[in-house]
Nanobody
Framework: QVQLVESGGGLVQAGDSLRLSCAAS????????MGWFRQAPGKEREFVAA????????RYSDSVKDRFTISRDNAKNTVYLQMTSLKSEDTAVYYC???????????????WGQGTQVTVSS
């Protein structure tokens, strides 16, 4: 059982940076692959980034590669998404996710957070 709570969303201007955090409850955080998905109004859920249990391996969607960085701190039961050079098309609700196996664009994660809104103005 894992509970996920996202924070750090807000309203920013294009080109700005923002860091999202996802705090996880439970004693088995390090057993989970962690990731971020996002969903814009009227669109399907979109894979953003994922990170392995150790934090060594990461994966990004083409739309955010070279702009976003996912990281984790297992001692703090927290995963982060550092977003830079934000664009208006990054506007979405961002969801934290946890999975016992690797996360990909096709994954339906075992656990979801409730999401945090990121709005990027032009």
């Amino acid at each position: 059982q894992v509970q996920l709570v996202e924070s750090g969303g807000g309203l920013v201007q294009a080109g700005d940076s923002l860091r999202l955090s996802c705090a996880a409850s439970g004693r088995t955080f390090s057993m989970y692959y962690m990731g971020w998905f996002r969903q814009a109004p009227g669109k399907e859920r979109e894979f953003v980034a994922a990170i392995s249990r150790s934090g060594i391996s990461t994966r990004y969607s083409d739309s955010v590669k070279d702009r976003f960085t996912i990281s984790r701190d297992n001692a703090k039961n927290t995963v982060y998404l550092q977003m830079t050079s934000l664009k208006s098309e990054d506007t979405a609700v961002y969801y934290c996710a946890a999975n016992l196996v690797s996360l990909t664009a096709a994954t339906l994660p075992d656990y979801w957070g409730q999401g945090t809104q990121v709005t990027v103005s032009s």
